[in-house]
């Protein structure tokens, strides 16, 4: 039984196509990140999961049951984005209120209170007006309310939205601990580096549509890229580099650093022994890294990954109808 699953899911809002047939799958007890630009879609596919917004058409289900179902609710925890919570409340009046929709008996909610307060950081606060707090404590606040209840599911619109960068890392630490204790969240985040560290999966939602989707090994899989570089005043051998099947470039207008590509099933060793019998001193010679980041903006970008970001950029002008 999937956590959550949703098959070809669809919504309109009027005229503007919100979902266009998004088909994912989240097991127990991963970190899911769902990624996207403003407007993708990622709050409107949270906002039909907890019953907050009716599906169009499709199918969306949570925790084995339709997206809605109220007996659901009670093992979900939400934090939703740009959350507003009563100023006049303090942390701690404010998880009681929630603690007590959420059905938290009384001698729980005195226990487990102060107890979430401080997995987030806050208890030395909680008994300050919540207008008094900075928006990371804030933040904190939205986390500690939405694990309250002790959820199976967590969503986290945004979760270290305006958090520095020591609350980011307790944060993650967090979510790794809640992961390790079985529980299953569901992220939305524009922080590619943070998802990168955390999420198991990843999904990324370009207008609607579901454009990629896996582990982060396999969206970053190496796609097999050198930089390479020979000892000053040596001339890369371009032609025979070519000749063997090698596609590559310089990297720079004085052509002493090289981007080499490796066709399928090739290795870069043919082309190391080959500059080595040529009497040329290799330098510099490293595979090229494909980040999270780069997989994204080669999504939004219309760009294949690895290749330089102004060339993307130059691609995405002429290629795009945005
Ligand atoms: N209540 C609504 N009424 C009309 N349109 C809406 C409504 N909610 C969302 N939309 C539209 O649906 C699309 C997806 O919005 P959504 O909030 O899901 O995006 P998002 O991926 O969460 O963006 P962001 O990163 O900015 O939070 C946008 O075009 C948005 O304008
Ligand atoms: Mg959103």
Redesign the pocket.
Known sequence: MSVIETRELRKT??R?Q?LKGVSLRVEKGQIYGLL??????????IKILLGI?QLTDGDARLLDAPAGNTAVRARVGYLP?DHQFPGYHSAYSLMDFYGQLYGVSRGDRRQKIPATLELVGIAGRMHSKIKTYSKGMKQRLGIAQALLHDPDVIFL??PTDGVDPVGRKEIRALMATLKDRGHTIFL?S?LLGEVELICDRVAI?QR?ELVREGTIAELTAQKGVFELGLAPSQAFPEHEAKALGYPVRALNPTATLWEVGLTDGQTIDPLVRMLVEKGLSLRHLVEKKVTLEDVFMSVVEGAEPGTDRRERKATAVGGSDR
Do not use: M, R, S, V
Request: net charge negative; hydrophobic share 25%.
């Open positions: 809002y009027g503007i919100a996207g630009q403003n407007g993708a879609g990622k709050t409107t596919l917004t984005e619109d945004e939305n524009h939602l609607g």
